[in-house]
């Protein structure tokens, strides 16, 4: 490549991260002022200086247990992507490998079923899990995953396809059972698919705001993503310092989790959208 | 054929149980019951009663379902094809054979992992009137600009009225004006496009280098490269975004519902936050189950005419 192009595309690239990336520096920059600082017009970029203390009231505020909802948020997440990776794995395993009637029914239903927001069957379920008496609790947020997710079905088992049945065969002749082959063979060989399976459920999970808003009545089992919005609300639109603190300590662990697991991620969405 | 023997059955539908059980309780039940409630009157506090088309018949004259409807159309007409155009072409950009490659492609990213309330909370602050970034960034130049107009008019003779307006020209108020609430958010559309970068660059990445090649031996300037090799290649991925992104406007909820609540005015009153309000706060359940069912059929038939559209510009190889 010429270098005027190579300089030219750099800049290109330079100026659109810098878009990009901005808001999150406006909102690291907002966090570390003063309220006097924030609210102050003209506005100033850069804060005056480290100005811990909103992090230490939104950490300290009663009425924002940051390490409650963390823990409500992290136990809802582990759980729903447990609950996903083990019954969308073994649905994936069915349709891919096994051979029965109807296979191919719920395989066309599943396709179907990804086509339909979580709104459109949201005021049944509410329904469904109030006859339960499961309102106000967490677990319409995590006990579903455990009765398969379509997308994750649908990737595991495009996966699951390229896996040869020579293998599989072979151990049914060694005497091996149908779950014995799922559990040593399937699961052990999908470990990468797994790995993505796992960490966009987490992720979906984590991020998941309209569930927490329909079924969490109770603050005391609030999710961050849920946590934030109320403390926004009754902030009313004002101490956007101690918001941007508080949205700043929300996203850290994500972006952190992010750069643990980058390789797995970056090369899993970019599976999602080529097998379609 | 080859025959199936009843074991062969009772375990293929064991491992399946757990998902054909989900699909009877949590979509062909609330789908049902979604169809029942849509032709009753009920409140989730008495049982339902059956009124037949009465909530359908209601919704042609709501003001709210037709404003809401209308708004998620116009957020789709506009962010779906400038988030499908803003993502190829920075695919393009990313996938140029740059030292710094795996930094930009990093921050394009990162846009895409916040969750939405976070995402709600720090663009309504960046378009806050007087203390956002935003106008403090679009300020200067646009008093610049106004000035050069007024000047402009000025020598052809404007009156001091029309020039004074332009010399006072101020950036919008954004999310407190009902004219720009929707362009605001729709702009923001455009941050969390990092996910289908790259699946575009991924698309991208595998294009065969000898096409491009031999266009190149051919003569075929950059731009034609990119027309006759490039976008034919990507266009399966671009269908399965467009897809993607269809049934995404119609559950767009967290953003607007955080940032402006669907106002000012419910200029950005989206279907589904008019569906959440008329299900959980103002109790219509029938109203609700109905509105669900038409955004089904609704997303149905888009997708379907993009699945009808395809085979005119999808080329699978």
């Given amino acids: ?276 | 054929m080859e025959r199936i023997t009843g074991r062969q059955q009772v375990t293929g539908m064991l491992f399946a149980g757990p998902y054909i059980l989900g699909i009877l309780a949590f979509l062909a039940l609330p789908l049902t019951l979604a169809a029942y409630y849509s032709f009753c009157n009920y409140t989730l506090l008495q049982s339902p009663v059956w009124v037949g088309l009465q909530n359908y018949h209601r919704l042609l004259h709501d003001h709210v379902f037709w404003v809401s409807l209308k708004n998620t159309l116009v957020y789709a007409a506009f962010s779906v094809p400038l988030t499908l155009g803003a993502s190829v072409a920075l695919a393009i950009l990313l996938n140029f054979p740059l030292k710094s490659q795996a930094v930009y492609r990093t921050v394009i990213f990162l846009p895409s992992l916040v969750p939405a309330v976070a995402t709600a909370l720090m663009w309504q602050w960046l378009y806050n009137d007087r203390l956002g970034l935003v106008n403090h960034l679009l300020a200067p130049p646009l008093s610049w600009l106004g000035a050069m107009v007024a000047d402009v008019e000025g020598l052809f003779g404007a009156g001091a009225k029309t020039m004074a307006a332009w010399r006072n020209i101020a950036p919008p108020a954004w999310l407190n004006d009902p004219r720009w609430a929707m362009t605001a958010v729709i702009f923001l559309s455009v941050w969390g496009i990092g996910q289908t970068v790259v699946i575009f660059l991924a698309g991208l990445q595998d294009i065969p280098r000898t096409l491009y090649e031999a266009a190149e031996i051919d003569g075929v300037s950059p731009f034609g490269r990119f027309l006759h090799v490039t976008l034919p290649m990507l266009s399966p991925v671009i269908f399965f975004n467009l897809i993607m992104g269809i049934i995404g406007t119609w559950q767009f909820f967290d953003v607007p519902y955080v940032m402006t609540g669907g106002g000012p005015k419910r200029s950005t009153t989206f279907y589904t936050m008019y569906l959440y309000q008329a299900a959980f706060t103002q109790l219509r359940i029938g109203a609700a189950s109905a509105m669900a069912w038409i955004q089904f059929l609704i997303i149905l038939v888009l997708t379907g005419m993009a699945f009808a559209s395809a085979r005119k510009w999808v080329h699978y190889t």
């Avoid at chain 1, 455990?146 to 079905?153: D, Q, S």
Wanted: net charge positive; aromatic share 14%; charged share 10%.
């Fill in chain 1, 1 to 276: 490549m010429k270098l005027s192009r190579r300089i030219l595309v750099h800049l290109l690239l330079l100026l659109i991260c810098v878009g990009f990336i901005g808001p999150f520096l406006w909102m690291i920059c907002t966090s570390l002022k003063t309220a006097k600082e924030a609210s102050h017009v003209p506005l100033t970029l850069l804060p005056n200086g480290l100005y811990l203390h909103n992090y230490k009231r939104v950490l300290d505020n009663p009425s924002f247990q940051m390490m409650l909802y963390a823990r409500n948020t992290l136990i809802i997440s582990v759980l729903a992507t447990l609950g996903t990776v083990l019954s969308s794995s073994l649905a994936a395993y069915s349709l891919a490998k096994l051979r029965w009637r109807g296979r191919t029914t719920i395989f066309v239903i599943m396709l179907l079923s990804m086509m339909i927001p979580f709104q459109v069957t949201m005021v049944p379920m509410y329904r469904e899990f109030r006859a339960m008496g499961m309102i106000g609790t967490t677990l319409p947020l995590w006990l579903p995953a455990f009765f398969g997710a379509p997308f994750f079905i649908f990737l595991l088992r495009q996966f699951y396809l390229t896996i040869p049945s020579e293998m599989s065969e072979a151990a049914r002749i060694d005497g091996c059972s149908d779950f014995g082959i799922w559990w040593r063979i399937i699961l052990p060989l999908s470990r990468p698919a797994l790995a993505v399976v796992a960490l966009f459920s987490f992720m979906g999970s984590w991020n998941n705001f309209i569930g927490p808003l329909v079924y969490l009545t109770h603050e005391k089992t609030f999710t961050l993503a849920l946590a934030l919005q109320f403390f926004d609300s009754r902030a009313g639109g004002a101490n956007y310092e101690l918001l941007m603190a508080a949205s700043t300590l929300v996203i850290l662990p994500i972006v952190v989790l992010f750069f643990l697991t980058q390789k797995t991620f970056i090369q899993g969405i970019a599976t999602t959208g080529l097998k379609g």
